[in-house]
């Protein structure tokens, strides 16, 4: 006669280490809590000076094409008092 394999007597987890494991899930939930409102002010905060560059950049970008418009009005007055001047000059020259 065969018998049937005993298997061992189960008295459960121990409730010291539940308590234990569940103190320590808590704390890690609560890190967790912590960091993700950490890097989401940290986010939050990048996002605007990430704005506020590129206002500075838009600012810049106006100011250059100003610039280069009164650049451009500047030598086009030059450029007449160079053709006035080199017509003067073969003017005289010829006479």
Known sequence: ??????TPHSTGVDPELIAYLDRSFGD?????DE??????VVAESL???IAL?????????QKLDRFAGEVSVRFEAV???????TA???????S
């Open 1 to 6: 006669m065969t018998t049937a394999p005993t």
């Open 28 to 32: 890690l939930d609560r890190r967790f």
């Open 35 to 40: 960091l993700r409102r950490h890097f989401d």
């Open 47 to 49: 996002m605007s000076k």
């Open 53 to 61: 560059v590129g206002e500075g950049v838009r600012t810049v970008d």
């Open 79 to 85: 450029d007449r008092r160079f053709l006035y001047l």
């Open 88 to 94: 003067s000059l073969t003017t005289r020259r010829r």
